[in-house]
């Protein structure tokens, strides 16, 4: 008697392959296309991402920005009305206009509260983003392009400088220091200008330095100090000597403290002299701003 078992048919090699092919999940080419997909939002967005990654680093030290932005302007318009300006009682002549001296320097100290804030958030941070949190590296290494790295950095720290100038301006109406308010509000677009024309250049030297060996410092004291001094904030340019004032004239601060002291008093002016200052401000703000991002697509890339 044949007791033996039937044999199982054995599977086709068609039917196995296909069986095999389905236990493996997404092939190369899905997932693939699932990655390209997931990188189109940061391809997209990534300038804002790194935008925000900034401004939330801010808030580590944001009631420092706060109180730096609430309290400069009451301590600068405060000193100047009660102290200077009870020393200097004759008005200033500017422009064909006599105008008193607070009204006279505000505008060049709104000026300087944003080039301020762009020298500050463009150099040990930007440094450190490369050598000691080294951030730039780990945005470069997803979708994020060194260009959208560099415009994310100055979208973030033009936050910054648009809070300021706005709440410096809100000051200047409070004192009162701005006779035609009417015009006076365009000051904080100057402002963010300056900010860049100062801060883009600012932004490519730091990320071109490898060690910090007190470079901002001298940028401090031999380029801001200098500048600030010099460009006529608290006096007429013409009023120094020619040797002096060319120091006025390459000066970023000088060409929007003339900017703004135009929009805040009426004063005689040339539209030839406006777009002169407003040439000066976009050339330092968009040669910085190039510089900028051809020295990070180079430290990124290497």
């Known amino acids: 008697m044949n007791t033996s078992h039937p044999v199982p048919e054995r599977p ?15 092939s190369l080419d899905d997932l693939r296309a699932e990655a390209m997909a997931a990188g189109r939002g940061p391809r997209r967005r990534g300038s804002l991402y790194v935008a925000e ?18 309290g400069q302007p009451v301590l600068y318009l405060v000193g100047l009305a009660l102290g200077l300006a009870a020393l200097i009682q004759a008005p200033i002549q500017d422009g064909g206009q006599q105008v008193g001296y607070v009204v006279f320097v505000a505008p060049a100290l ?82 963010i200008l300056a900010a860049l024309a100062f801060g883009t250049p600012m932004l490519a030297y730091a990320a071109s330095l490898e060690e910090d060996t007190g470079q901002f410092a001298l940028v401090q004291r031999f380029v801001f100090m200098p500048m600030f001094l010099f460009s006529g904030t608290f006096y007429p340019l013409d009023t120094l000597p020619v040797w002096l004032q060319w120091i006025g004239w390459i000066s970023p601060l000088w060409h929007a403290t003339e900017l703004g002291r135009d929009l805040s008093y009426p004063r005689e002016t040339s539209g030839v002299m406006v777009a002169v200052h407003l040439l000066v401000l976009l050339v330092f703000a968009v040669g910085g701003y190039l510089a900028a991002r051809r020295i990070f697509a180079r430290r990124l890339a290497a």
């Not at 068609?14 to 236990?23: M, N, P």
């Not at 939330?56 to 609430?70: C, D, I, K, Q």
């Not at 809070?163 to 809100?170: F, H, R, W």
Request: hydrophobic share 45%; aromatic share 14%.
């Open 53 to 70: 990654h900034i401004i939330r680093a801010m808030r580590a030290y944001g009631w420092t920005l706060v109180v730096g932005a609430v």
């Open 110 to 191: 709104l000026m300087t509260a944003g080039i301020t804030v762009a020298s500050e958030e463009f150099s040990y941070p930007v440094m450190g983003g490369f050598k000691w949190r080294r951030f730039y590296y780990g945005f470069s290494a997803s979708p994020l392009s060194s260009g959208q790295i560099v415009n994310g950095q100055v979208i973030g720290v033009s936050a910054r400088v648009v809070l300021t100038v706005t709440l410096y301006y809100l000051f200047l109406l409070l004192f009162p220091a701005v006779e035609t308010p009417g015009t006076g509000w365009i000051m904080i677009l100057v402002g």
């Open 12 to 26: 086709s090699s068609r039917s196995a392959r296909s069986g095999s092919a389905g236990d493996e999940g997404p």
